[in-house]
């Protein structure tokens, strides 16, 4: 089996992941990073030595040219004040970058003749732990240069991602010193992907954070970039809190364990992509995952890179539709006829001057737009699943606090839990102080701890979409060695939970007369105090544990209709359909509103309608003068005895 973290070397010092791509084609494709064009900075350069500052790391970059003078500021490489091979110069690309190629040149000078012939190319994560680029079972030696102006291009044997990379000279022109000029072939991550498997991926970006980094999504789909009619939508996002680094990397990995398994023809994996649009947002916090990186991840501490640039913590930062809920229940006669679904955003949340993160608005706005049926937000610092409410009814620290779907709930949070590898350990110590393995590694959120405004509750009260929340590992930021083995711990969990979407009911609520899907149609399980409402196209997905359930589907101007459906313990949807017939008052609403003449039945059906009201309302005045008589004789009766 393919270890998508590890490089075809199996004992890696540092565990970069490797692809192997099929096409010198694709290899090209990836581009230059910017340091002929200087995208990237000054900065991001750094070297093992360098003769003065005008020869420093810097001037190492693809067709810089030096002054008629050698000596000052501006000559023309990066040189070496050594002459072993030792020496490197170094490039930060400051993300995970899948490296394919490196161009190499020599000095520009009128006076020096100096170029590098052989060299090596070492990568890494962190920049400490370095390893060798191979070729088979022996270190790569790459041909540079025979003359300082010819650019000469290396490409690596296996692309490999990683962050940094290191030109490794040695061996350079005889009567000459270690000098060069560089560029470095590169795909952000993401891209690469899209680029081995175009025809299921698309990269989007839903907002920007604080500090402006976008906020990128991969979509992978038999049909990316649409909505395809009873297709339910899932969604995977990390990163919420930015030093909980592991589920940013599980989902990056994720991605091209999809398109791999995908091109070898895995029939699951085909499954997947062909009967769900799956959406992964690797990094919710981009801003917070730098000041982590940048720390490194043994020292970033507990909290440093949990918060957004702004200080926000971005699990706290969702409009708090729980107490909105529970307080117009408290106040109704009825609670069934408060709503327990699509609870509006309060209009205090959406002003300007709301403490109300980018990164959080961009969220809100995804779910929107999207009709999600099933999530899950990853974090880390714990092993376990937690699953809503997150907030406390009476804003007590902890209490269990379960919604309508509890049951269900339950079981998406034991999925996970049971096929994880570290959490289904009898064996494993507790990660801090609480034993979660006496709860089967799942809890709801109330009872863990309290927090309002979470994003998985307002995901379950302001659209359809259910939503728990993994906490992946003890440690929040593990070590690049680490990540092979956290991604077969996680392997099958992504996959399963996926696979949830499909369980329940599903189907397409339409007009009897003109057959088209009806929007907003609300979806209303017998005993489940939760509703649902349908997607633009009609079509509409309620997730449900196997049973025998008497769904009622109604819309706004049609007649309510009713269904009973079984949901089997197989792993796919039952289809129950519905179509809706519209009153003859909706009817009448709509020819008016055209300025149409109205048909002679539907005046007949309305004039039934007003003769049925009629004798309804007669009925019931009938009664309550009956009532009244009543009264008045037995209050008479009761005079007379008094008396």
């Not at 750094?46 to 002054?67: K, T």
């Not at 698309?202 to 009619?229: C, F, Q």
């Not at 709503?339 to 961009?362: F, G, K, M, W």
């Not at 990660?431 to 006496?438: G, S, T, V």
Request: glycine share 6%; net charge negative; hydrophobic share 35%.
């Amino acid at each position: 089996m393919t270890n998508y973290f590890m490089s075809d070397r199996s004992a890696s010092a540092n565990m970069l992941r490797a692809q192997k791509v099929l096409s010198l084609g694709f290899l090209l494709d990836c581009p230059p990073l910017g340091l002929e064009s200087l995208l990237v900075d000054d900065s991001q350069m750094q070297a093992s030595s360098y003769q003065r500052m005008g020869l420093g790391p810097h001037r190492g970059r693809l067709n810089i040219q030096s002054g008629i003078e050698d000596g000052d500021l501006y000559d023309g490489a990066w040189c070496a004040d050594y002459k072993d091979r030792h020496q490197w110069l170094e490039v930060d690309a400051l993300h995970l970058t899948l490296f394919t190629g490196v161009i190499l040149q020599g000095r520009n000078s009128i006076w020096s003749w100096d170029w590098v012939e052989t060299y090596k190319v070492q990568l890494s994560n962190d920049s400490v732990n370095w390893e060798t680029c191979m070729n088979g079972t022996e270190e790569a030696i790459f041909q540079g240069n025979q003359n300082p102006e010819i650019p000469v291009l290396g490409l690596l044997p296996v692309p490999t991602i990683a962050r940094f990379i290191r030109i490794n000279p040695q061996t350079w022109y005889f009567n000459g010193t270690i000098c060069l000029r560089a560029e470095i072939l590169g795909c952000n991550l993401m891209k690469s992907v899209t680029e081995e498997c175009p025809d299921i991926t698309r990269i989007y970006t839903i907002g920007k954070s604080y500090m402006g980094l976008k906020l990128y999504v991969m979509e992978i789909s038999d049909n990316p970039g649409k909505h395809e009619l009873g297709e339910p939508e899932f969604r995977y996002v990390a990163g919420m809190h930015g030093n909980e680094a592991l589920g940013r990397e599980l989902v990056l990995n994720l991605m091209q364990y999809i398109c791999r398994e995908y091109k070898k023809g895995n029939q699951r994996i085909v499954r997947l992509v062909t009967e769900t649009r799956i959406h992964l947002l690797p990094s919710m916090n981009p801003d917070g995952y730098e000041v982590a990186y940048n720390k490194g991840s043994e020292l970033a501490g507990w909290a440093e890179g949990r918060y957004t640039f702004e200080g926000i913590d971005l699990n706290h930062n969702f409009p708090d539709l729980n107490n909105i809920m529970w307080d117009a229940q408290e106040k109704a006669e009825e609670k069934s006829k408060v709503s327990n679904h699509y609870i509006p955003i309060p209009e205090y949340y959406t002003q300007e001057d709301a403490l109300v993160a980018p990164e959080t608005r961009a969220v809100i706005s995804w779910m929107q737009n999207i009709p999600f049926v099933l999530s899950a937000n990853l974090h880390g610092g714990e092993l376990v699943v937690t699953y809503p409410f997150d907030c406390t009814r009476d804003w007590a620290p902890q209490e269990d606090t379960p919604t309508a779907d509890n049951a269900f709930f339950r079981w998406l949070a034991t999925v996970y839990a049971s096929t994880n590898l570290v959490m289904a350990n009898p064996e494993r110590r507790i990660c801090h102080y609480e034993d979660f393995q006496a709860h089967n590694n799942i809890i709801n959120g109330g009872a863990w701890h309290t927090v309002p405004g979470s994003m998985n509750d307002f995901s379950y009260l302001h659209t359809n979409c259910f939503e728990v929340t993994v906490e992946l590992s003890c440690d929040k930021f593990p070590h690049a060695s680490e990540l092979p083995i956290e991604w077969e711990n996680n392997k099958e969990s992504l996959l399963v939970y996926m696979e949830q979407v499909h369980r329940g009911i599903k189907g397409v609520v339409r007009d009897k007369m003109t057959k088209q899907g009806l929007a907003d149609a609300v979806i209303k399980v017998e005993d489940h105090d939760h509703d649902i409402r349908s997607a633009a196209d009609g079509d509409y997905w309620r997730l449900l544990n196997p049973g025998e359930y008497k769904v009622v589907v109604w819309a706004e101007g049609y007649f309510p209709s009713v269904r009973h459906c079984h949901v089997g313990l197989e792993p796919h949807p039952t289809i129950c359909d519905f179509t809706l017939t519209k009153t003859p008052l909706q009817q009448l609403k709509e020819i008016r509103a055209k300025g149409g003449k109205i048909p002679q039945d539907l005046q007949l059906r309305l004039r039934a309608l007003r003769l049925r009201k009629l004798r309804a309302s007669t009925k019931l005045i009938n009664r309550r003068r009956q009532s009244q008589q009543l009264q008045r004789r037995r209050a008479r009766s009761a005079g007379v005895w008094r008396a």
